[in-house]
Structure formats: structure tokens, C-alpha cells
T-cell receptor, first 117, second 119 residues
Framework: ETGVTQTPRHLVMGMTNKKSLKCEQH?????MYWYKQSAKKPLELMFV???????ENNSVPSRFSPECPNSSHLFLHLHTLQPEDSALYLC????????????????FGPGTRLTVL | AQKVTQAQTEISVVEKEDVTLDCVYE???????LFWYKQPPSGELVFLIR??????QNEISGRYSWNFQKSTSSFNFTITASQVVDSAVYFC????????????????FGKGTLLTVNP
């Protein structure tokens, strides 16, 4: 595998289900991101992990729960979602720069297309 | 606050035509980075280019070229001799660099331009 991979690519779930999205990066990066892309809206940054520590939680509802067990893997645990949560969920990774500053190129995975019924 | 405007929502061209995608940005910082990404129907955002605010040289990569003009806060993207495989949504994005010790990982994306290249 190369780049950033995401599984599953498509997911349909009911509002009472619990599911998880998985992201894996094969680029040796130390920062990972979750984005939400809804129809006709700009990409929304949800969470950022840097060196396995969460550094950003962009006012995301608690029904979304991220987990970063190591620098290569990122999960998004989903429970009791709403139909408006249906979207494309994109994972990205980047390499954090020196002295904590990082404005580096983010590389994206193919996304998980989520439909909540 | 940062803002990226891609005024063209949709563009349709015929194969082999040249097409320019516009991007206008707003930032109060003097140091920032600009990006273009391509999102084909498969969904993956493919990185195309990154440019920092101190480098105003235009860049050409094959059929792709980018025109960065700080005076007009624009970073336009031109595809020469377009092909059907160029059909995708193209996003322009802006990231502001922080001082040493700070960090900025936030990309502000435009709403994207859907390019359709017809045979």
C-alpha cells in the first residue's frame, strides 16, 4: 500500500448503529487529520492529531470520536449519527515541521462515503 | 480571517481547449502557502502544487501551469490542451504560516470548481 488508505470506502448505517472508519498512512508522517465533505459545502476540518496527541477538535459533536493509536493509524468511531452526518469523510496526513511549526502539504486518502439512514 | 474564493462553480470545455481556473485569496499574513488539489470522481484529493508567499515565480508542470500574483491576491491554474481525464473538482486552499514555535495546520479551502472536459 502507498499513500493514505481508508476503509471502508462506502458505509451505510442506521442511526442506532456503531461503526468505525479507519485511516492508515504509509508516508512516515507524524500528523493526521479528519475532514468532512458535505455536498455544496467547503471541506470542514474535524480533528487533528500530531505525534498521536489530539491538537484540534473543531466543535465536532460527541457522536464522532477519534482515536490515534500510533502515528500511522487514525480511526473515527461513529455512534447514534444523524442523517445530516451523511458525507464523504476524508483522512489526510502531513509531516510536522521543525519547532512545532507545520504548514506542510497534506496528502489525502480516497475517503469513506457515509450514508446515515 | 482567511478566505479563498473560487468564483467559477462549473466550467465545461471541449477536449484540447485551454482552461483557466481562478482562485482569489484573502489573508492578513505576509507568510502563507497556497495549494491546488484535484478531486476526481473517485473522491481522493490529489495534491497538485504548493507555493509559498515569497515565491512569485510561475510554475509549469507538463500541461499544468500556475500564475501567482500577490498584487491581485490570485493563484490561477491553467490546463493546456485539456483532456477528458482532467475532469474533476479542483480546489484552491490557503494556509497561513505561524512563527517558529507556533504551528498552522489549517487549510482554508475554496468551494471548488467542477471542470468537465467533453470529448
Amino acid at each position: 500500500e502507498t499513500g493514505v488508505t481508508q476503509t471502508p470506502r462506502h458505509l451505510v448505517m442506521g442511526m442506532t448503529n456503531k461503526k468505525s472508519l479507519k485511516c492508515e498512512q504509509h508516508l512516515g508522517h507524524n500528523a493526521m487529520y479528519w475532514y468532512k465533505q458535505s455536498a455544496k459545502k467547503p471541506l470542514e476540518l474535524m480533528f487533528v492529531y500530531s505525534l498521536e496527541e489530539r491538537v484540534e477538535n473543531n466543535s465536532v459533536p460527541s457522536r464522532f470520536s477519534p482515536e490515534c493509536p500510533n502515528s500511522s493509524h487514525l480511526f473515527l468511531h461513529l455512534h447514534t449519527l444523524q442523517p445530516e452526518d451523511s458525507a464523504l469523510y476524508l483522512c489526510a496526513s502531513s509531516q510536522r515541521g521543525l519547532a512545532g511549526g507545520y504548514t506542510d502539504t497534506q496528502y489525502f486518502g480516497p475517503g469513506t462515503r457515509l450514508t446515515v439512514l | 480571517a482567511q478566505k479563498v474564493t473560487q468564483a467559477q462553480t462549473e466550467i465545461s470545455v471541449v477536449e484540447k481547449e485551454d482552461v483557466t481556473l481562478d482562485c482569489v485569496y484573502e489573508t492578513r499574513d505576509t507568510t502563507y502557502y497556497l495549494f491546488w488539489y484535484k478531486q476526481p470522481p473517485s473522491g481522493e484529493l490529489v495534491f497538485l502544487i504548493r507555493r509559498n508567499s515569497f515565491d512569485e515565480q510561475n510554475e509549469i508542470s507538463g500541461r499544468y501551469s500556475w500564475n501567482f500574483q500577490k498584487s491581485t491576491s490570485s493563484f490561477n491554474f491553467t490546463i493546456t490542451a485539456s483532456q477528458v481525464v482532467d475532469s474533476a473538482v479542483y480546489f484552491c486552499a490557503l494556509s497561513e504560516a505561524k512563527d517558529s514555535g507556533g504551528s498552522n495546520y489549517k487549510l482554508t479551502f475554496g468551494k471548488g470548481t467542477l471542470l468537465t472536459v467533453n470529448p
